[in-house]
């Protein structure tokens, strides 16, 4: 499975952005799909991820509230509204596909990755 990440760019502080990700085919057994991303000098972290069958939901602390995790099956894409955008939010985005919800926050249990997206927050 590809997965094509879009919709980064440059916004203020305060402002919204939405990221999309989209599958090139979608295979059996890859229900749940997540965001991470990945500041200069640190190590990439989860974001929010989605279990397309449940229709459940998890996000990062420094995110709930703030951002929101979307699917749509028939399109085989997830999307990431995110809203009231601060500095400490400029990273590339990352979105990725796994088969199972457990141990959905670590990155290594991730099969499938978009290229990514940068996203930075001006002050």
């Known amino acids: 499975v590809q997965l094509q990440a879009s919709g980064g760019g440059l916004v203020q502080a305060g402002g919204s952005l939405r990221l999309s990700c989209a599958a090139s085919r979608r295979t059996i057994g890859r229900d749940v799909m997540g965001w991470f991303r990945q500041a200069p000098g640190k190590e990439r972290e989860f974001v929010a991820s989605?279990?397309?069958?449940?229709?459940?939901?998890d996000y990062a602390d420094s995110v709930k509230g703030r951002f929101t995790i979307s699917g749509d099956n028939a399109k085989n894409t997830v999307d990431l509204q995110m809203s009231s955008l601060k500095p400490e939010d400029t990273a590339v985005y990352y979105c990725?596909?796994?088969?199972?919800?457990?141990?959905?926050?670590?990155?290594?249990?991730?099969?499938?990755w978009g290229q990514g997206t940068q996203v930075t927050v001006s002050s």
């Open positions: 989605i279990s397309l069958s449940a229709g459940i939901l």
């Open positions: 990725a596909g796994r088969a199972t919800w457990g141990r959905r926050r670590n990155a290594d249990g991730y099969d499938s």
